[in-house]
C-alpha cells in the first residue's frame, strides 16, 4: 500500500466549523480515515481529517503562499543614473 500524504492526528484545540460535503466527497474522506486507522494504528474519525488535508492543500499550493506574502516595501524614489549626451 503506498505511503498516505497524512501521518497521525494531533489532538489540537478545535474551532466549530460547519459544512456541507457531496456524497461521494464523504465516502472517500471515510474510505482515506479507514486506510490511515489501518497505516497508524490509530482509529481516526473521517471529521478529524478535514482540517490537516486542508493545511497541506494551502501549504502545497504556490499561489497561495505567494498571494500571503507581504508586498515589498518601496524605499521612496530611487536616484536615475546620469545619462551621456
Known amino acids: 500500500m503506498p505511503k ?3 501521518g497521525p492526528i494531533l489532538d ?3 474551532v466549530k466549523l460547519t459544512v456541507e460535503l457531496p456524497a461521494d466527497l464523504h465516502r472517500d474522506l471515510v474510505a482515506y480515515a479507514e486506510a ?3 497505516e497508524t494504528g490509530q482509529q481516526v474519525e473521517p471529521t478529524k481529517l478535514v482540517a490537516p488535508m486542508l493545511a497541506r492543500f494551502l501549504a502545497s ?3 497561495f503562499r505567494s498571494a ?3 508586498a ?3 524605499r521612496g524614489p530611487q536616484a536615475q543614473p546620469a ?3
Do not use: E, V
Request: charged content about 50%; aromatic content about 0%.
Open 4 to 6: 498516505l500524504k497524512l
Open 12 to 14: 489540537d484545540r478545535p
Open 36 to 38: 490511515l486507522s489501518r
Open 61 to 63: 499550493d504556490r499561489g
Open 68 to 70: 500571503r506574502r507581504p
Open 72 to 74: 515589498p516595501r518601496s
Open 83 to 85: 545619462r551621456d549626451p
